[in-house]
């Protein structure tokens, strides 16, 4: 119950992890709660709320080990020293430096029983990004595409509308709702003049529109730059045009000059990770879904597979650059799911592992 109600909540509290508790004293249910966003009330702390001075004596399910450390709130560890619990079952622990095991130590030395490693792999899956934020300092990156099942995404003239199903689409709008950002190239906004924010049937969180653009080719009238329902920021180049910055100067707009001549992938992902971008989804065209797998950039691979053949020499593929030799310069993946979305089918693949 604590890891359903932390992936409820998945996509909406960072740079901070989706925790879930619950409190269970003589066979029932006393509280529950989940982290809703970065500054609120850690779920351990919602839980205690609710339970009141029934919590002593109490066992508490979470399913990250509690912080130890005093940030935008106090340290849950002794929330739960103080509440008088019994025994806390933790499903990982927490790679943060300012908690690696400092929680769980401080609940042993006061005595209460600690069982780590309940349900331990969904609770890493769930936590993948955090712990990827966390040790490399960069967003956890996932590569969206859509494709028909000879690989093509666009006919030679460019037209992609639409690859894939309505039902596709809208889970993919579910996919950008847990995503902090949201990745394309100027190219795309030159031939699509996408929205890129979250459309579900009950609303849903906008991921912040990130823009690669060397030269500042964004038009000024583009959706990006017109509305304002989400943050966009601009990456440009060293020598971009500074007449062109003006001209996109906006509230939600940020134009962000690099400091060298062409953009490069890490430096993009590292300056988004000092922004506190824990998650990025690139729904980005060919050239721009090379330079990432070129920088062995890419965490999470999903693509949608539509049941057609289009067929075409010129017709457009997710992924280009450079031709590789050999077979053996591909870069290697591991398929984690399969499943049937309508009428396509939606693979998520992940980096494998080197043996």
């Known amino acids: 119950m604590a890891l359903q109600l932390a992936e409820n909540v998945a996509g909406q509290t960072s740079p901070n992890p989706p925790v879930g508790a619950v409190l269970v004293k003589d066979g029932r249910i006393i509280g529950m709660g989940a982290h809703l966003e970065a500054g609120e009330r850690h779920a351990e702390r919602v839980a205690l709320d609710i339970a009141g001075a029934r919590a002593t004596g109490a066992d508490l399910y979470v399913t990250l080990e509690p912080c130890s450390h005093i940030g935008k709130t106090s340290p849950c560890a002794n929330a739960v020293i103080q509440a008088g619990i019994k025994h806390v079952y933790i499903a990982t622990t927490d790679p943060n430096p300012l908690v690696a095991g400092k929680g769980i130590a401080k609940l042993l030395e006061a005595g209460v029983e600690v069982t780590e490693g309940l349900y331990n792999e969904r609770a890493k899956k769930l936590y993948e990004p955090f712990f990827h934020f966390i040790k490399h300092k960069t967003?956890?990156?996932?590569?969206?595409?859509?494709?028909?099942?000879?690989?093509?995404?666009?006919?030679?003239?460019?037209?992609?509308?639409?690859?894939?199903?309505?039902?596709?689409?809208?889970?993919?709008?579910?996919?950008?709702?847990?995503?902090?950002?949201?990745?394309?190239?100027?190219?795309?906004?030159?031939?699509?003049?996408?929205?890129?924010?979250?459309?579900?049937?009950?609303g849903g969180k906008h991921p912040i529109r990130v823009i690669l653009d060397t030269s500042l080719r964004t038009p000024e009238f583009s959706q990006v730059i017109q509305n304002a329902e989400a943050p966009t920021w601009i990456?440009?180049?060293?020598?971009?045009?500074?007449?062109?910055?003006?001209?996109?100067?906006?509230?939600?707009?940020?134009?962000?000059?690099?400091?060298?001549p062409q953009l490069i992938v890490e430096d993009i992902l590292l300056e988004l990770g000092k922004?506190?971008?824990?998650?990025?989804?690139?729904?980005?065209?060919?050239?721009?879904?090379?330079?990432?797998?070129?920088?062995?950039?890419?965490?999470?691979?999903?693509?949608?597979?539509?049941?057609?053949?289009?067929?075409?020499t010129g017709s457009l593929t997710p992924i280009g650059g450079l031709d590789p030799q050999l077979m053996n310069d591909a870069f290697p993946f591991a398929f984690e799911s399969v499943e049937m979305i309508g009428p396509d089918i939606k693979i998520i693949a992940v980096p494998k592992e080197s043996d």
């Open 139 to 202: 967003p956890h990156v996932t590569m969206k595409t859509a494709m028909t099942i000879d690989g093509k995404i666009a006919t030679s003239t460019g037209d992609s509308k639409w690859v894939t199903s309505e039902q596709a689409r809208l889970d993919v709008h579910q996919l950008r709702h847990t995503q902090d950002a949201i990745l394309v190239g100027v190219q795309t906004l030159l031939h699509d003049n996408p929205l890129l924010t979250t459309r579900l049937p009950l």
């Open 235 to 260: 990456f440009c180049g060293k020598y971009a045009e500074l007449s062109q910055e003006k001209l996109l100067r906006k509230p939600h707009v940020q134009i962000i000059r690099m400091q060298k």
């Open 275 to 312: 922004r506190g971008v824990m998650t990025l989804l690139v729904e980005g065209g060919a050239a721009i879904n090379a330079s990432f797998v070129k920088a062995r950039a890419v965490q999470k691979v999903i693509c949608y597979v539509a049941p057609k053949l289009l067929g075409g």
